[in-house]
Every structure is written in structure tokens, then in C-alpha cells.
């Protein structure tokens, strides 16, 4: 006898339907789950055994093999307890309606159904293999039934699951939360006296997604500065929040940001990070790190030059690729980082190079300091800008700027414009991710600026990457204007923030 349910496996985000297939025949009583499977769903059989007696039910008392096909996709975790729990009750019970429907999650040994990690990518998948309905556990039932065209049900325990399947006792399914604008403590720019050409740089990086690097003393402002920055970014679409999600999800990270929140990540990580942390890894199957996380919003990296040089290398292809590859033993997983990166260090170890103060730092130290940013990361990083230290009387003397409000209404604007012309080249949402003809046709610089950008190039050495990083950055300020086409000023302001820092 043979019974089938449908289950997934996640693999980074790109899920694969899993088909659970459940057999009795004659023999001495044996229990196997085979299909390249890990230690989670070996140990599955003595929890399915013990939910399954203990929910009321009869475990069969013969030879039961359990195959997840396909068999050369590894799997992994315990949300394949529900499914194969479902597939063995199936066999003595043909009253199940199992058609159309997926099943994940774990299950207690009393039969009660516990959630997992990585419900919202699984569900996506099912919905895309044709699974009409989809049953989880109850306190995963929020985050799936984000997935729109798909009927989600909650259960609480496999009773319930069974009173469900055999239309005893139905179940309503799940509706989809509301969005929510979730903006934590970010801080105001207007609460920043002060430091105009900090706020400029900013609002360039919003506008076109561009990276940034903040250098000045300890107390100048920059971490204020870069968690203001976050407010000046407009909403997600909600195609974007439901990749957001999914990477949470699969983190088992949505207790620190709803899945149904419209606002940017925001990720700052301590310099005492692990590289896979950061990056992302682990054992067998990678996870997703802070680049992940911050995908769609801001990673926040503070004191950058303490970071180990080794993880500050690893982000050279996240950067330029709005991705990151990661292979280990058990496979190869891809995951999303399309973030700004926002930087802030001390221009040395004591952080008073260039200050009233003066520099303690002797000579190899602070070679030592500087160059954990390699050439190719500062090659990458469009904007530099140097916040100085305030003096104690301009803190209250100067007049409050502009409010994030404000200046975020600009940004929209400049997105606004980019999304109508940068629409039809593909990867290019943001003028930062301008490459090849799409940046020669949609950011050709007028003559006069093309002189000025080829005096700058030779004058500041500038590589080929940082010569398009300049362009794009025009763009932006053409654009922040509401201008059509790149003018001279435009690009005269992109090569100052670009400037010697960032050759």
C-alpha cells in the first residue's frame, strides 16, 4: 500500500518540491526513511512513531519505508514530520484528501505541531509547483499565508491536522496580515546640527543605492548620521518586503522584524562578527548572514577598520554582484545582498589624524589601520565623506536642517524617475546598478562634463570601476535635480566625494 503527501526543501532561497512517499508491505516490524536525508529527518521516525500513538493513532506494525523523491536533492530539518506523519496515517485512512494541498512542520512527541524556520521561501515554492493549500503549524500560518493565491491553514496538533484532511472538523485558512511600517529608533536628520555635506552624501546614496564611507574623530556624529540615513529610504514594494521575509524566515530571524514590515532593514554588526556571520555559512547547508539580512535596506558597518581585513575582502562580490555564493559540503546556495553599505571609521587608531587634538599614532600603525581597506573595497565604495568634530557652540547655535521627511520626499522623487527610465534593463532599479550600454545610453554625460570626468580620471587615477562609479554618481545628482542630462556640476560633485580616499 502507498500513500504520497508533498513537502519541500529549501535550498537558500530556491525551494524544490519534495514528494513524501509512504509504503507498508509484509515483513518484521522496520521503520526507514531513505532519500538523502540528514540526522534531523532520521531522528524524525521516533518522533512521527511517539506523535502518531500518542495523537490516538495506530503506528503500523509492519515494514514501513518512507521516500523523499527526489532522491538527489539533500533535505534537511524537521519540517518533514508533518508530511510523513500524514503520508503513514494515509494508508489506513483513504478518507485524507491529500490532492492539492503541502505539508511542514514538526511534530512533539505528543502530537502537537511545532513551527520551523523557512516556512515563507517553502511556501513561494509550493505555491509555484501548484499547491493550492498549504497546512503549518499554527505560529507559522502569519508568515505563509503572505504568499498570495495560496489557502493556508494553521494546525495546532496532528488531531487537528486529520479532523481537517478527512472534513470532520475543517479549518478556516490563515488571512494575510496587514503591512506595517516598522521604523524602530532610527534617528532624525534633522536632529544632526550641522554637517551639510554629510547629509548631501546621504541623500545621493538614497537616491541612487549608492555605498558610503563616513571618516572623522570619535563623537562627530557618524552613527547618528547612518541611522538617519535608514529614514531617508522609501518604503518597500511588496514584491521586496516578501523577499525580506523570506531571508528572516529562512534565518529563523522574524521575532526582530515582522514579516509583513514595509521599512528597510536596517543591520548593524559588531566588528567582533564571525566571517560566516557576516557572509553567511555553516555546516552542511549555508545560512544567511547580515548581507542577507540587509538585503533590500542598509548594512551598517561602524568602526570598519576594526573589521578583519579577511571579512571585509569576502564582501568584494556581494558588493559588485548583489549576491552572494556560498558552497559547502552537503551543496552550493546563492543568496540575495542587495544593500547599501554604509561605513564609518576613524581616519586612525587614536582618531584624531587631522584633528585639533593631533595624531598619536606612529607610522606603522596607522598604515597598518588604513590598509585593512584594500584598494578593490575602496574601489567599490562611490562616496567618501569626512565628518568633522563639531564645536561645542555650533551644536546649538546652528539652525536645525531638514527632516528626514523632507529630504526623503527628494529621494522618492529621484527613485521615481529612475524606475520609469531604468525600467527596461534588467538588475538596473537603482542608478548604483548601471553597467555596460545601460550606463552609456541612460547616463551619457554632456561634452563639457565628459572633459571634466576625463581631466579627474587622470588626475585621480581613477580605475575603470571607480570611472563609472563617478558616472553613476552623476546620474544620481542630474537626477536629484530633476535634470534630463548629466551636466558639468553634476559631475564636478561626484568627483568630490569620490575624490583622493577613493582611488
Same mark, same amino acid.
Given at each position: 500500500?502507498?500513500? =504520497?503527501?508533498?513537502?519541500?526543501?529549501?535550498?537558500?532561497?530556491?525551494?524544490?518540491?519534495?514528494?513524501?512517499?509512504?509504503?507498508?508491505?509484509?515483513?518484521?516490524?522496520?521503520?526507514?526513511?531513505?532519500?538523502?536525508?540528514?540526522?534531523?529527518?532520521?531522528?524524525? =521516525?521516533?518522533?512521527?512513531?511517539?506523535?502518531?500513538?500518542?495523537?490516538?493513532?495506530?503506528?503500523?506494525?509492519?515494514?514501513?519505508?518512507?521516500?523523499?523523491?527526489?532522491?538527489?536533492?539533500?533535505?534537511?530539518?524537521?519540517?518533514?514530520?508533518?508530511?510523513?506523519?500524514?503520508?503513514?496515517?494515509?494508508?489506513?485512512?483513504?478518507?485524507?484528501?491529500?490532492?492539492?494541498?503541502?505539508?511542514?512542520?514538526?511534530?512533539?512527541?505528543?502530537?502537537?505541531?511545532?513551527?520551523?524556520?523557512?516556512?515563507?521561501?517553502?511556501?513561494?515554492?509550493?505555491?509555484?509547483?501548484?499547491?493550492?493549500?498549504?497546512?503549518?503549524?499554527?505560529?507559522?500560518?502569519?508568515?505563509?499565508?503572505?504568499?498570495?493565491?495560496?489557502?493556508?491553514?494553521?494546525? /495546532?496538533?496532528?488531531?487537528?491536522?486529520?479532523?481537517? $484532511?478527512?472534513?470532520?472538523?475543517?479549518?478556516?485558512?490563515?488571512?494575510?496580515?496587514?503591512?506595517?511600517?516598522?521604523?524602530?529608533?532610527?534617528?532624525?536628520?534633522?536632529?544632526?546640527?550641522?554637517? *551639510?555635506?554629510?547629509?548631501?552624501?546621504?541623500?545621493?546614496?538614497?537616491?541612487?543605492?549608492?555605498?558610503?564611507?563616513?571618516?572623522?574623530?570619535?563623537?562627530?556624529?557618524?552613527?547618528?548620521?547612518?541611522?538617519?540615513?535608514?529614514?531617508?529610504?522609501?518604503?518597500?514594494?511588496?514584491?521586496?518586503?516578501?523577499?525580506?521575509?523570506?531571508?528572516?524566515?529562512?534565518?529563523?530571524?522574524?521575532?526582530?522584524?515582522?514579516?509583513? /514590515?514595509?521599512?528597510?532593514?536596517?543591520?548593524?554588526? +559588531? &566588528?567582533?562578527?564571525?566571517?560566516?556571520?557576516?557572509?553567511?555559512?555553516?555546516?552542511?547547508?549555508?545560512?544567511?548572514?547580515?548581507?542577507?539580512?540587509?538585503?533590500?535596506?542598509? $548594512?551598517?558597518?561602524?568602526?570598519?577598520?576594526?573589521?578583519?581585513?579577511?571579512?571585509?575582502?569576502?564582501?568584494?562580490?556581494?558588493?559588485?554582484?548583489?549576491?552572494?555564493?556560498?558552497?559547502?559540503? =552537503?551543496?552550493?546556495?546563492?543568496?540575495?545582498?542587495?544593500?547599501? $553599505?554604509?561605513?564609518?571609521?576613524?581616519?586612525?587608531?587614536?582618531? +584624531?589624524?587631522?584633528?585639533?587634538?593631533?595624531?598619536?599614532?606612529?607610522?606603522?600603525?596607522?598604515?597598518?589601520?588604513?590598509?585593512?581597506?584594500?584598494?578593490?573595497?575602496?574601489?567599490?565604495?562611490?562616496?567618501?565623506? &569626512?565628518?568633522?568634530?563639531?564645536?561645542?557652540?555650533?551644536?546649538?547655535?546652528?539652525?536645525?536642517?531638514?527632516? /528626514?521627511?523632507?529630504?526623503?520626499?527628494?529621494?522618492?522623487?529621484?527613485?521615481?524617475?529612475? *524606475?520609469?527610465?531604468?525600467?527596461?534593463?534588467?538588475?538596473?532599479?537603482?542608478?548604483?546598478?548601471?553597467?555596460?550600454?545601460?550606463?552609456?545610453?541612460?547616463?551619457?554625460?554632456?561634452?563639457?562634463?565628459?572633459?571634466?570626468?576625463?581631466?579627474?580620471?587622470?588626475?585621480?587615477?581613477?580605475?575603470?570601476?571607480?570611472?563609472? =562609479?563617478?558616472?553613476?554618481?552623476?546620474?544620481?545628482?542630474?537626477?536629484?535635480?530633476?535634470?534630463?542630462?548629466?551636466?558639468?556640476?553634476?559631475?564636478?560633485?561626484?568627483?568630490?566625494?569620490?575624490?583622493?580616499?577613493?582611488?
Amino acid at each position: 500500500m502507498l500513500a =504520497r503527501a508533498v513537502a519541500c526543501s529549501v535550498r537558500g532561497l530556491a525551494g524544490v518540491p519534495v514528494i513524501v512517499e509512504a509504503d507498508i508491505a509484509n515483513g518484521l516490524p522496520n521503520f526507514t526513511v531513505v532519500g538523502l536525508t540528514d540526522r534531523a529527518i532520521q531522528e524524525a =521516525r521516533e518522533r512521527v512513531r511517539a506523535a502518531i500513538n500518542n495523537a490516538g493513532y495506530t503506528f503500523p506494525s509492519r515494514r514501513l519505508t518512507v521516500n523523499l523523491a527526489p532522491a538527489e536533492v539533500p533535505k534537511e530539518g524537521t519540517g518533514f514530520d508533518l508530511p510523513i506523519a500524514v503520508a503513514v496515517l494515509m494508508i489506513g485512512n483513504p478518507a485524507l484528501r491529500l490532492d492539492g494541498r503541502g505539508f511542514i512542520g514538526e511534530l512533539a512527541l505528543d502530537g502537537s505541531v511545532r513551527p520551523v524556520t523557512g516556512v515563507l521561501p517553502m511556501a513561494r515554492c509550493l505555491r509555484a509547483a501548484g499547491v493550492r493549500q498549504l497546512v503549518v503549524a499554527a505560529e507559522n500560518a502569519e508568515e505563509a499565508a503572505l504568499v498570495e493565491s495560496l489557502e493556508v491553514v494553521g494546525v /495546532s496538533s496532528l488531531q487537528r491536522c486529520v479532523a481537517h $484532511l478527512d472534513g470532520s472538523a475543517p479549518l478556516a485558512a490563515t488571512p494575510p496580515g496587514s503591512p506595517v511600517a516598522v521604523c524602530g529608533d532610527l534617528a532624525d536628520m534633522a536632529t544632526v546640527r550641522g554637517q *551639510a555635506t554629510a547629509k548631501r552624501a546621504l541623500e545621493i546614496a538614497a537616491a541612487g543605492g549608492h555605498n558610503l564611507l563616513m571618516l572623522g574623530p570619535p563623537g562627530s556624529g557618524k552613527t547618528m548620521l547612518a541611522r538617519a540615513f535608514c529614514s531617508l529610504l522609501p518604503d518597500l514594494t511588496s514584491d521586496q518586503s516578501l523577499d525580506v521575509a523570506a531571508v528572516y524566515s529562512l534565518r529563523g530571524a522574524l521575532r526582530e522584524r515582522p514579516p509583513t /514590515s514595509t521599512r528597510p532593514p536596517f543591520r548593524a554588526p +559588531h &566588528h567582533s562578527v564571525s566571517r560566516a556571520g557576516l557572509i553567511g555559512g555553516g555546516s552542511g547547508l549555508a545560512q544567511p548572514g547580515e548581507i542577507s539580512l540587509a538585503h533590500h535596506g542598509v $548594512l551598517f558597518l561602524d568602526e570598519v577598520c576594526e573589521f578583519p581585513r579577511t571579512h571585509l575582502e569576502a564582501l568584494r562580490q556581494p558588493l559588485e554582484e548583489r549576491a552572494v555564493s556560498l558552497v559547502r559540503s =552537503r551543496g552550493g546556495v546563492v543568496f540575495p545582498a542587495d544593500f547599501v $553599505l554604509v561605513a564609518a571609521a576613524n581616519p586612525c587608531p587614536c582618531g +584624531h589624524l587631522g584633528d585639533e587634538r593631533g595624531c598619536s599614532c606612529t607610522a606603522p600603525t596607522l598604515a597598518g589601520y588604513v590598509g585593512r581597506l584594500s584598494g578593490p573595497i575602496r574601489d567599490r565604495i562611490d562616496l567618501v565623506v &569626512h565628518v568633522p568634530r563639531q564645536r561645542f557652540n555650533d551644536l546649538f547655535e546652528a539652525p536645525a536642517g531638514e527632516s /528626514s521627511h523632507t529630504i526623503r520626499a527628494r529621494v522618492e522623487a529621484a527613485r521615481a524617475v529612475q *524606475a520609469v527610465r531604468n525600467g527596461g534593463w534588467r538588475r538596473a532599479r537603482h542608478n548604483s546598478a548601471l553597467e555596460g550600454r545601460a550606463l552609456q545610453e541612460l547616463a551619457a554625460p554632456t561634452a563639457a562634463a565628459t572633459r571634466l570626468l576625463a581631466l579627474a580620471g587622470e588626475r585621480l587615477q581613477l580605475s575603470a570601476r571607480g570611472y563609472f =562609479r563617478v558616472l553613476r554618481m552623476a546620474r544620481t545628482i542630474a537626477d536629484l535635480r530633476a535634470a534630463t542630462v548629466v551636466g558639468e556640476p553634476d559631475v564636478a560633485e561626484a568627483l568630490a566625494f569620490r575624490g583622493e580616499q577613493a582611488r
